[in-house]
């Protein structure tokens, strides 16, 4: 998680507590949390096997949402894990944004 707090803060300019309530989202998912830790120090989605959550990679997220970088990526996998039927509602109605 600490690689997940640190990119949050130093990087997206998030407030720590901010930070760390992003990151807890991933505490229940240790798959999801070690490929976005590694998207962290690569910048760069898997090629080889990576994780799919309801048919969905984190690449595939981020390529029908391009306003999501690695960590929205990864936590929309979350959101298709714990809620699948909201997610692929969300993916849908095209990511609509309010």
Do not use: C
């Not at 300019?13 to 807890?24: G, L, M, N, T």
């Not at 960590?71 to 849908?92: M, S, W």
């Amino acid at each position: 998680m600490e690689t997940i707090v640190n990119y949050l803060v130093n990087e997206r300019k998030q407030r720590p507590e901010v930070a760390a309530k992003i990151a807890s989202s991933f505490e229940r998912h240790d798959d999801i949390r070690a490929e976005l830790e590694r998207w962290i120090e690569r910048r760069e989605y898997p090629q080889d096997n990576p994780l799919a959550v309801e048919g969905y990679t984190a690449e595939m997220i981020s390529k029908l949402a391009p306003f999501m970088d690695g960590v929205g990526a990864y936590n929309f996998l979350v959101t298709l894990r714990e809620r699948p039927d909201n997610g692929k509602r969300i993916i849908a109605e095209g990511f609509k944004r309010k």
